[in-house]
């Protein structure tokens, strides 16, 4: 069991560009998540696949902000047009996906993004 | 709504101390808790967990027991070392089909030898 990974690990943009990270989630798990994270902050929700379908999205994932699992395995996030208040730490969980209410997710290392 | 109030840090403490890191929450129904960590410049990882009420999740000599009458979740752990330095998450699982978990503000753990 290899761990969930995340690429790239760093990114830095200038604002009006856009930026595309991966999440490779452990393999079996059904769902996967997606968290931002700010510097001295708890992460914050913003969006879950149940394998490739995108079943719940946060009000914080403006319409600059797209994710896709497109064959239940892997997950890209999108942000379009950055902006300044968009750096932060993205992070990717998985999980088994087998119950509600006490499934546990594994996070990946996160992508710090940087917009300059 | 559901929310997760942690006490602030950073708490400074000397090797072998006692460790203890306050959580509370607020949720409709009965939530799962967990207790994540989080190193510097790394993501984080699951502690222990507990997925009802009386239930105490323990891991790495670190202990947590799920209070429905205070609605707590508390971090304890006897003898820190200096490597238990690092910042700790509190959260809860709303069951039913929201599946996200929600976080408090983190606790910076500071332990010096």
């Known amino acids: 069991d290899t761990g969930v990974s995340q690429n790239p690990r760093h990114k830095i943009t200038k604002r009006g560009q856009n930026v595309t990270f991966r999440c490779d989630p452990i393999?079996?798990?059904?769902?996967l998540y997606w968290y931002r994270q700010t510097l001295g902050q708890g992460p914050e929700f913003l969006t879950y696949?149940?394998?490739?379908?995108?079943?719940?999205k946060s009000r914080l994932l403006s319409d600059r902000f797209s994710a896709e699992r497109p064959k239940g395995s892997f997950s890209t996030l999108e942000i379009q047009r950055t902006e300044q208040g968009d750096s932060a730490m993205y992070l990717c969980?998985?999980?088994?996906?087998?119950?509600?209410?006490?499934?546990?997710?594994?996070f990946g290392p996160g992508t710090r993004l940087t917009v300059l | 709504g559901n929310s997760v109030t942690q006490m602030e840090g950073p708490v400074t403490l000397s090797e072998e101390a006692f460790l203890t890191i306050n959580c509370t929450y607020t949720?409709?129904?009965?939530?799962?808790l967990f207790w994540y960590v989080q190193y510097p410049g790394e993501g984080l990882q699951l502690l222990l967990k507990?997925?009802?009420?009386?239930d105490k999740g323990s891991n790495k000599g670190f202990e947590a027991t799920y209070r429905k009458e205070t609605t707590s979740f508390h971090l304890e752990k006897g003898s820190v070392q200096v490597s238990d330095s690092a910042v700790y998450f509190c959260?809860?699982?709303?069951?039913?089909?929201?599946?996200?978990?929600?976080f408090g503000t983190g606790t910076l753990l500071a332990v010096q030898p």
């Open positions: 969980a998985s999980s088994p996906g087998r119950t509600y209410g006490t499934d546990t997710q594994y």
């Open positions: 393999s079996e798990h059904n769902r």
């Open positions: 696949f149940q394998n490739e379908a995108q079943l719940e």
């Open positions: 949720a409709t129904g009965y939530p799962s």
């Open positions: 507990a997925t009802k009420a009386d």
């Open positions: 959260a809860l699982l709303y069951g039913g089909a929201t599946n996200k978990l929600i």
